[in-house]
């Protein structure tokens, strides 16, 4: 059925649908629905205030579920959808910068940015940020992303008959290739996550292994890849441990220890930051890698 069709028939409440599984981590794109929900708004058939209002109030429907889930359960909650992300060695590490950075105020332009929206409440509420600013800039955000798309639609409507007209005449090849690609993003990404579990299998130690290892090689350096978000979440240290921030792992390793042995730890899920550092120091030359598995029971065991 003509996508045009089917948004006429259903209106706001196809509007309404499409954002608030979006906005609840399904992969549904509400993007284009926004898009043709505009186009059709500037030719009367719906009413722009009323594709606004639903795209908005789906919107916050959704992220406060997520504020309150996020206020409840903490970092452990971001720790779970990030298990799930096909990205998880920025997943979390990237919203805690953003966040550390420009605090709440990330919220008007989270939606925006591709892997941060789905955790930027969550990290938000789990930092303690008040209910009142989360629902200030929520709104704003929420009426930024849903604005932006329907006035695209409004203004380019011509432009969005036409693309659909274009696809209609190539058939089902334009979905062939639509899907070829997305299946190609995945497979990389996913290739890419399978590589880092590789080398954090041949990498790894325990948490028993460590504290041997402390009292073995009292030179040992321990590289803490938690963002400063965790840290300051939980300022627990590690013995012999260096901060790391992104940037020239020469400003966090001295160049003379190539020799030495090189344990990374992360808190994040399945230790992917502390495999993602891990490679970058071997192609650095470090040969005495090891990533530290156990997160949070590790740092409980082995903290000062």
């Not at 009323?50 to 997520?66: E, K, P, S």
Request: hydrophobic content about 50%; proline content about 5%; overall charge positive.
């Amino acid at each position: 059925m003509d996508p045009m069709v089917l948004l006429a028939q259903w209106g706001v409440l196809l509007v309404f649908a499409s954002v608030l599984l979006e906005q609840a981590g399904l992969p549904i794109p509400a993007p284009p629905i926004l898009i043709g929900a505009g186009a059709l708004a500037i030719e009367g058939t719906m009413h722009p205030a009323a594709v606004v209002a639903a795209g908005i109030g789906a919107c916050l429907a959704a992220d406060h579920a997520w504020f309150f889930a996020g206020r409840r359960h903490g970092r452990r909650l971001l720790a779970g959808i990030c298990r799930l992300s096909i990205s998880p060695d920025t997943c979390v590490r990237k919203t805690d910068e953003l966040i550390a950075r420009h605090g709440p105020a990330l919220l008007l332009v989270a939606k925006f940015v591709p892997g941060v929206s789905a955790v930027s409440i969550p990290t938000a509420a789990a930092m303690g940020v008040a209910y009142r600013r989360f629902l200030f800039y929520d709104t704003i955000g929420s009426l930024a992303w849903v604005g932006t798309y329907v006035a695209a639609g409004m203004i380019f409507h011509r432009e969005v008959h036409q693309l659909l007209e274009w696809l209609g005449r190539i058939g089902g090849g334009s979905l062939a290739v639509l899907a070829a690609l997305f299946g190609l993003y995945l497979a990389v990404k996913l290739a890419r996550r399978q590589q880092l579990r590789r080398l954090f299998k041949v990498r790894r130690i325990d948490p028993e292994e460590m504290a041997t290892l402390l009292a073995t090689e009292p030179d040992l350096i321990l590289v803490d890849a938690r963002s400063q978000v965790a840290r300051d979440a939980d300022p627990r240290r590690l013995p012999n441990a260096v901060d790391y921030r992104d940037g020239d792992l020469a400003g966090y390793i001295p160049a003379e220890s190539h020799g030495r042995t090189i344990v990374t730890f992360c808190t994040c899920p399945n230790e992917a930051s502390a495999a993602l550092l891990a490679e970058r120091l071997i192609k650095a030359g470090y040969a005495r890698v090891r990533v530290l598995a156990g997160g949070e029971d590790a740092l409980a065991r082995l903290a000062h």
